[in-house]
């Protein structure tokens, strides 16, 4: 019993999975198609027209069938009134065939009828003059609505009455009837008129209708479909050429047909793509001249460069021995030499990733070793700008196949940007790692970021503060280099700032060498940030 419980649970299980995925399919498809849409709209909107239009015709239909039929039943009414006030008003009331001739008489208005039987006769003597009481037919008599009794006994000199109601026959069932009667002499005459043809007429004609109304509904559903499809292609078309127009086919161009207004589209859509492709070959060429004159320069540089800099290492050495004016020059000569050095190796640097001529040269190493490194290399210009560097390393190891020189060079540089921007406060270090990834989030508490300046903080020669820069050196290629190290690894750099409340740099890397990164150990906002009603900076790089 329990096995049979937990197979129907499972069962239903499955189901509910079924049925839940089924309607989100669809409710995607619903959101993502406009000719379904279109299509949906049209088909709802004309079944609620042509189900109202198919009753007010059904209900007109009905009516002008009904009506026609109570006006034949009058004037068959009047007919067998006549009828009776000539063959048994006139008769004597002494007379003693007088049942006789009242049997004759219902059964001669009931024998016009014909063989088919068209209606029925009730012929009823009210003053029992001939009958004490005798009906021709006491079934009909029990069909007759007590209703239009009292009115063709209250109305025996007006208007005939007429009623519907259920025709009782014997050995069959009730029945859907016309009943019309009134009275002439102290007799009442009634006439039951069944209505069984009238019956099959209106149902042929309610499935007639019901199958023309499915038929036009379908009919409209598919004509919005023709119509909506030769407007959704187009246009589908069209997103499709800017799919592949983005994904870098600057060639792709879309056909013109026609003068319409989607042929104006494709020919706008092409003149576009034809000035986007001019200008992104434009912008590719000088690009390429620029990395390339950057490239010619950092190299051509490096010979002058080293005879300047013996020369000026000569002059640095000797420096007590000259003048305070000339030693000083000697020291701003040594400091801005190796300032150019710098700008030159990180010039070069970016001219190879700029080249694709980067690689990686990735071995399995514990990345808190890299940290304790790049801090030692900070610690002296921390200690200068009188931060703090505050270590949180996970007592596990946090081993990742990574390129050592590389990520210890992403370390440097947010480290040094940290204590740079960190006013002087603590710069915390924090390490983290789980099964596939690894992660550096480098945490100060100074001038932080502008909301927006985070998505330029990686770009080159980008300053958050110029007069700042000018003061604490750096090439303004740092981070822009950590980004390509990073991108390098497939891993992130991303950055999180807070005017006036510091900002955080994550750098997350996976595991292992050219596996797919799918979230980080760390948290990109810390713990505890108190954000602003604005926007705060937040940049995702990778993701």
Known sequence: MKAWKRFVRRCLVRLRRVVRGGWRRSYARWRRSIQIRVVATTLLISAIVVAVLGVFLMQQITKALLDAKGKAAMLQLDEG?????????????????????????????????????????????TTDRFTDGFTTNELRQQSVPERLRREVAE????????????????????????????????????????????????????????????ALVLLLAAVAAVVTRQVVIPVRL?????????????????????EDDLALLATSFNGMAANLQEKIVQLEELSQVQRQFVSDVSHELRTPLT??????????EQRDQFEPAVGRSAELLQNQLERFESLLTDLLEISRYDAGAATLDAESVDVRDLVLRAV????????????????????????????????????????????????????????????????????????????????????????????????????????????E?????????????ESGAGSQFRLSLPRVAGAELRGSPLPLVPPGAELAPTPFAHLEMGE
Not at 108 to 118: D, T
Not at 182 to 187: D, N, P, Q
Not at 241 to 251: F, I, K, P, S, T
Not at 311 to 316: G, K, N, P, R
Request: aromatic share 6%; glycine share 12%.
């Open 376 to 483: 030692g290399d900070t610690e002296g210009l921390a200690e200068r700008k009188g931060s703090k560097l505050v270590l949180q390393l996970p007592g596990e190891p946090c081993m990742a196949e990574v390129d050592w020189r590389r990520v210890e060079r992403i370390l440097r540089n947010l480290l040094v940007n940290a204590v740079e921007h960190g006013e002087g406060k603590d710069i915390v270090v924090i390490v983290a790692a789980d099964r596939d990834a690894v992660a550096v989030g480098v945490r100060d508490h100074g001038v932080g970021l502008k909301p927006g300046e985070a998505q330029m903080v990686f770009d080159r020669f980008w300053r958050a503060d110029p007069a700042r820069a000018r003061t604490t050196g750096g090439t303004g290629l740092g981070l822009a280099i950590s980004r």
């Open 155 to 214: 109305g025996r000199a007006g208007a005939p009455e007429r009623t519907y109601g259920e025709l009782a026959y014997i050995g069959h069932e009730p029945v859907p009837g016309l009943i019309v009667g009134s009275s002439a002499g102290g007799f009442e005459l009634y006439y039951l008129f069944p209505l069984t043809q009238e019956q099959q007429t209106l149902t042929f004609v309610q499935r007639t209708l019901i199958g023309v109304c499915a």
């Open 81 to 125: 009134l006549g009828v009776v006030q000539q063959e048994l008003v006139s008769v004597s009331p002494d007379a003693t065939d007088g049942r006789e001739k009242l049997e004759n008489v219902a059964n001669n208005l009931k024998a016009r009828s014909g063989p088919s039987g068209l209606y029925e006769v009730y012929l009823r003597d």
């Open 307 to 316: 005879t300047i800099r013996i020369a000026a290492d000569l002059m640095y």
């Open 238 to 258: 069209a997103a499709q050429a800017a799919e592949r127009l983005a994904a870098g086919r600057l060639e792709e161009r879309m056909k013109v047909r026609g």
């Open 485 to 497: 190290d990073a991108r390098l690894h497939g891993g992130w750099l991303q950055a999180w700032g």
